[in-house]
């Protein structure tokens, strides 16, 4: 994997990430494809609206179908049919919302199955194992997130562990046709902690450092003090990904703090639950004010929707239970992430980032 840095307006960077399916550009949104698919869109959609990047989780791939099993298809790659960069997020979220279900030990994680209540042991080596065998472009590191908030002591425990870990995870990897790892830093809302963890993770020589443990309840304010304060540990050589974020407003606060990669549900799950983001905030498409209005979700967006279906279209096929909603409204509202980031990496290489950032929150007329 090589990181190209293409240009810069004060921290906001502007680059490409180039892997063994293919390049992405930086500052990049990852749609979320948690078992193998993107909720509701086709590949073809996905390749419509411009996606280069996916991110599926191993957690839920090793549950279901097994590793073994999409090895035997060729890899992920094949097996969905997705012929550009995947990155896939090693469980250890998914692991520490397991609770009552698991057991946390130095070798590992010993949990139970949500489908079949099968017990499991997934340690830093099986984590890396399983990634290898799905063939991701890009695999991450078997942490411990914690949640939001909790005491230094309990902190301090899981940040020192996931730190040992991602050792583990180091020396666990081979580099297989140009898979790149990344480090994960840890250390909860303690910024002493995150720093520590930032110091010992930065010397393992990762291919690209993620900050992990975000977007689990706290604050806005909280998540970029965060940023701030660990953005100076950072190699500047490597993309930086802030893990599991998150509205249009975060996304641009977090790229005008140096970031470059992220990921999250919301655009997807918003959308099927009726939704819906606009240049001036966000639309729940299931209000009675929508009823007759015949306008399109977004009169500033361009997208397949926008261009041939009303509101009042979208809310009568919630209203009716019709699948086509979701569909509907999961297509808009990538295609508006994408639009988004698309329109950061311009204004960053025109040096008018600072601007852009000022006029998009002018214009946010709902809060997020």
């Known amino acids: 994997m090589e990181f190209e840095l293409l240009g810069q307006e004060g921290e906001a960077r502007r680059g490409r990430v180039t892997?063994?399916?293919?390049s992405f550009e930086t500052p990049a949104f990852i749609p979320v494809a948690t078992?193998?698919?993107v909720k509701a869109m086709t590949r073809a959609e996905l390749c419509?609206?411009?996606?280069?990047?996916?991110?599926?989780?191993?957690?839920?791939?090793?549950?279901?179908?097994?590793?073994?099993?999409?090895?035997?298809?060729?890899?992920?790659h094949r097996f969905m049919a997705w012929s550009r960069p995947i990155l896939t997020d090693s469980g250890g979220y998914q692991v520490f919302s397991l609770e009552g279900l698991r057991k946390v030990t130095e070798e590992g994680v010993t949990f139970r199955s949500h489908l079949d209540g099968s017990e499991h042991l997934l340690t830093p080596e099986h984590a890396i194992e399983v990634q290898q065998m799905l063939g991701a472009d890009i695999i991450m590191c078997f942490d411990q997130p914690v949640a939001y908030p909790s005491d230094r002591a309990v902190t301090e425990v899981a940040t020192e562990r996931s730190d040992r870990w991602a050792e583990r995870c180091r020396a666990a990897h081979q580099d297989n046709?140009?898979?790149?790892?990344?480090?994960?830093?840890?250390?909860?809302?303690?910024?002493?902690?995150?720093?520590?963890?930032?110091?010992?993770i930065t010397t393992l020589d990762f291919d690209g450092y993620a900050l992990g443990g975000l977007s689990v309840g706290e604050p806005r304010p909280v998540t970029y003090e965060i940023i701030d304060h660990l953005l100076p540990l950072m190699p500047a050589h490597c993309p930086r990904y802030l893990m599991g974020v998150g509205t249009?407003?975060?996304?641009?606060?977090?790229?005008?703090?140096?970031?470059d990669m992220f990921d999250c549900v919301l655009p997807t799950r918003l959308g099927r639950n009726g939704c819906v983001f606009i240049s001036t905030g966000r639309l729940n498409m299931?209000?009675?004010?929508?009823?007759?209005?015949?306008?399109?979700?977004?009169?500033?967006?361009?997208?397949?929707?926008?261009?041939?279906?009303?509101?009042?279209?979208?809310?009568?096929?919630?209203k009716a239970g019709e699948i086509l909603a979701a569909r509907?409204?999961?297509?808009?509202?990538?295609?508006?992430?994408?639009?988004?980031?698309?329109?950061?990496?311009?204004?960053i290489a025109a040096g008018r980032f600072e601007e852009f950032r000022r006029?998009?929150?002018?214009?946010?007329?709902?809060?997020?």
Request: aromatic share 10%; glycine share 12%.
């Open 177 to 200: 046709e140009g898979q790149a790892l990344f480090g994960i830093i840890q250390g909860g809302f303690d910024l002493g902690l995150r720093a520590e963890s930032a110091r010992r």
């Open 35 to 37: 078992q193998g698919t």
């Open 286 to 318: 299931k209000n009675a004010q929508y009823q007759e209005d015949f306008g399109p979700l977004d009169p500033a967006c361009g997208c397949e929707v926008c261009r041939h279906h009303s509101r009042a279209y979208l809310r009568h096929l919630y």
């Open 19 to 22: 892997t063994a399916h293919g």
């Open 359 to 368: 006029q998009f929150h002018a214009r946010q007329e709902v809060l997020e």
């Open 248 to 259: 249009p407003a975060e996304l641009v606060e977090a790229v005008a703090r140096g970031m």
């Open 48 to 76: 419509d609206i411009g996606i280069e990047i996916i991110l599926s989780n191993a957690y839920h791939l090793y549950l279901r179908p097994g590793p073994e099993l999409v090895r035997a298809a060729g890899g992920l």
């Open 328 to 347: 509907l409204a999961t297509y808009h509202n990538l295609y508006y992430y994408l639009g988004l980031m698309t329109e950061m990496r311009a204004q």
